[in-house]
């Protein structure tokens, strides 16, 4: 568990103190002739930065998550994290859906066990971390309920203890709260800050909420469509933790408005 | 769980009671109506036979000549092996082409065939080809259990959704771990539908069978019963089939919702409750 609670607070910005685990440089995805769903997206991601993918739907943000997962090939360029090339899902890049994609006939902690299982034998101490990853997303008491029995945003809960259970430090997050009601999403944004700092996870998060792109985010890419684009990286300099009152602050409207600004002009 | 007060619970109690009370009235209504109009010769008993002659050849037919047991077995026999071949020569045959493109794309023409023949026409040729016994019934029955699983089964399977497959993939599960831990058990419920369905066709196609062809089972007697005018008998024999019907039904309801738990609540509760004290205690 020290390694999961390892509460080692973010330092502020000092991105380029940093190496990068993600580099990709002018990857394109090409679905047909004339889809071009990804042109030309140069990139890097340093260590343990939270980094937010914002932009209309084709911008093409859910295709670049993929293709770092090592679900679907790129047409052009190269992608590498820490420095080999993705071809396949890894060991420490991780993915969380919009979609809960729990298993409906597992509890939520065999739910959590799944990766664990997939890799091979379920130790004792594995089930003892799923146990605790529950009561780490705030699941205490709903260890061995069906997720039909969860609300919403209980469920997603359990998809990130699972997420958090395969190790990955890399965490690919598509929308993940995307279908919950606004007050559960702030909820769980807040909550997700905490537990991803507290690990020191390298955060790609792909969101069309501009705020909220802001709010996470060390840095923020901002997408254009038709083709996708990756129009510019915008940095987000707040210290961490944050509270939720920055939203209203001057500085942080300013972010919005030039996010706003980018995405406009398309 | 039942968290309603006491007395509420027995108010519920009596209304249930008396609710069961209706319905034995009413029914025994029905039977003095027929036994009446049997009396009177508003129907002609001789076609139509009184609640009371046919009670006395259940009496008969079971307990005193017990003719009806070596058929009610025979028929049994049938249905139970032919719905377990034909089921399971469905859902293997499926799981194949669930998990072969060309195997399901040469499949197709024939399965699209097939499903359009009616699959009981086919009772005269098998009774040609395998004779009047046990064999050719066998045949018949699998025939007609086979495809509803089949077909439910590659649907379900078909149908496993992209993001969950995706989130196996991401966690680098193999095609098998993600055929046992995704696709079959999330194609559960359609391949239970299915199984349930080929259950009642077993028993109508055991029935057919019998009637074009055959020396023994509950077809044979039904036909026996009605050539000799023997109504109340015939009646009878149909009353014990409709019990089996409904008996089978019964039991594969009961399966079924041990099987997918997952979607009914009372199962969900009691496995989720299992669960929780198995791993309490390893």
Not at chain 1, 59 to 74: D, E, F, H, Y
Not at chain 1, 237 to 264: C, H, K, Q, S, W
Request: charged share 20%; aromatic share 8%.
């Amino acid at each position: 568990m020290a390694a999961v609670l390892k509460s080692e607070a973010r330092a502020a910005v000092d991105a380029a103190a940093r190496p990068n685990v993600l580099e990709g440089e002018r990857v394109t995805k090409r679905f047909s002739e004339t889809v071009v769903a990804l042109e030309d997206a140069t990139f890097s991601v340093p260590e343990g930065s939270f980094v937010s993918l914002v932009g209309p739907s084709g911008c093409g943000k859910s295709t670049l998550l993929r293709m770092v997962a090592g679900l679907i090939p790129m047409t052009s360029g190269t992608l590498a994290v820490r420095g080999e090339e993705v071809k396949a899902p890894r060991t420490d890049v991780g993915m969380m859906f919009q979609k809960a994609t729990l298993l409906d006939w597992r509890t939520a902690v065999e739910n959590v066990l799944l990766p664990t299982e997939l890799a091979g034998r379920t130790t004792d101490a594995d089930r003892k971390r799923a146990i605790e990853l529950l009561h780490l997303v705030g699941l205490e008491d709903f260890e061995f309920a069906f997720p039909r029995q969860l609300s919403g945003g209980m469920q997603q809960r359990v998809s990130l203890a699972r997420l958090l259970q395969t190790g990955a430090d890399i965490l690919l997050l598509d929308e993940p709260f995307g279908a919950l009601d606004e007050f559960t999403r702030e909820r769980m944004n807040i909550e997700l800050l905490r537990i991803v700092d507290g690990i020191g996870a390298t955060v790609l998060f792909v969101t069309h909420n501009i705020a909220e792109a802001i709010f996470l985010a060390d840095q923020v890419m901002v997408m254009t469509p038709r083709p996708g684009r990756l129009a510019k990286v915008v940095d987000v300099p707040f210290a961490r933790p944050r509270e939720i009152d920055l939203i209203t602050t001057a500085e942080f409207n300013e972010i919005v408005a030039e996010v706003r600004g980018i995405l406009g002009g398309h | 769980m039942d968290v309603s007060p006491p007395a509420d619970r027995t108010e519920r109690r009596r209304l249930a009671t008396r609710r069961v009370l209706t319905h034995l009235a009413i029914f025994a209504c029905v039977l003095l109506v027929w036994e009446a109009a049997a009396w009177s010769g508003i129907a002609d008993p001789l076609l139509y036979p009184q609640p009371s002659a046919i009670a006395a050849s259940i009496v008969r037919i079971f307990f005193v000549q017990g003719n009806i047991w070596w058929h009610l077995w025979v028929t049994m026999h049938e249905v139970i092996v032919g719905f377990f071949v034909g089921t399971l020569l469905g859902i293997s045959l499926a799981v194949a082409a669930g998990l072969s493109e060309i195997l399901r794309r040469y499949m197709k023409p024939y399965v699209i065939i097939m499903e359009a023949t009616p699959r009981i026409a086919l009772g005269p040729l098998m009774i040609a080809w395998l004779g009047f016994g046990f064999s050719s019934k066998l045949a018949i029955i699998a025939l007609v259990c086979f495809f509803a699983p089949f077909v439910n089964t590659l649907t379900g399977l078909l149908m496993a959704d992209e993001d969950r497959m995706e989130m196996m993939r991401s966690m680098r599960a193999t095609k098998r771990q993600i055929f046992w831990k995704l696709m079959l058990p999330a194609a559960m419920p359609i391949i239970m539908a299915g199984i349930r369905l080929a259950m009642a066709s077993a028993l109508a196609g055991a029935l057919v069978a019998e009637f074009i062809s055959a020396n023994h089972g509950m077809g044979v007697l039904l036909t026996r019963y009605t050539q000799s005018l023997n109504m109340p008998s015939a009646f009878a024999s149909l009353l014990t089939l409709t019990a089996i019907g409904f008996f089978l039904y019964r039991t594969m309801e009961i399966i079924e919702a041990r099987i997918i738990f997952w979607q009914n609540d009372a199962e969900m509760h009691r496995v989720a409750k299992r669960r929780g004290a198995a791993w309490s205690s390893a």
